[in-house]
């Protein structure tokens, strides 16, 4: 109980923020935002980057997990509380990232990429109820075959292209 009685003598109660407090902390951080330059932006972002890292690597696995469960959650709230358009917009995002991660990396780099990725969903699938296997099968048929629909006709395997060149 002391170090809340110090907190509030040091004029800070948690998390106790009013709507009015965050519109004019947000209108706040907009206008600054709007006045740096796209460098000083960058330079920022980096040593957010850089400051996040160095936290992460001195936590403990236990930490680390806790971390990892909480940043998860914020963003499936995050999520949930988008609407349609900005939920399209972000995996809009997401894929163009993927798209140049992608391009920038080694061949051993994607292969680790899809070996983890492999592991990954192998043991989300051992955790899957048969309903919900179910469910993930019908959605992957049906996305399929609107890929495949959708897929520009020129656009076959490297097999069928070699064989149209001879």
Known sequence: MLHVAADLRRGRRDSIVTPRQKAQRREYYR????????EQRDARRGYQREYA???RAGMTPEQLVAYNAHQREHQ???RASMTPEEL???????RKYER???ATRTSSQLDARRKNQREYYRRRRATMTPEQRDAQKAYQRGYYRKWRANRRPDAGSGVRARRRER
Request: hydrophobic share 20%; no cysteine; aromatic share 4%.
């Open 88 to 94: 399209d917009a972000q995996k809009a995002r997401q």
């Open 53 to 55: 890292r160095k936290r």
């Open 76 to 78: 499936r709230k995050r």
């Open 31 to 38: 206008k600054r935002r709007a006045s740096i330059t796209p």
């Open 100 to 102: 140049n991660w992608r």
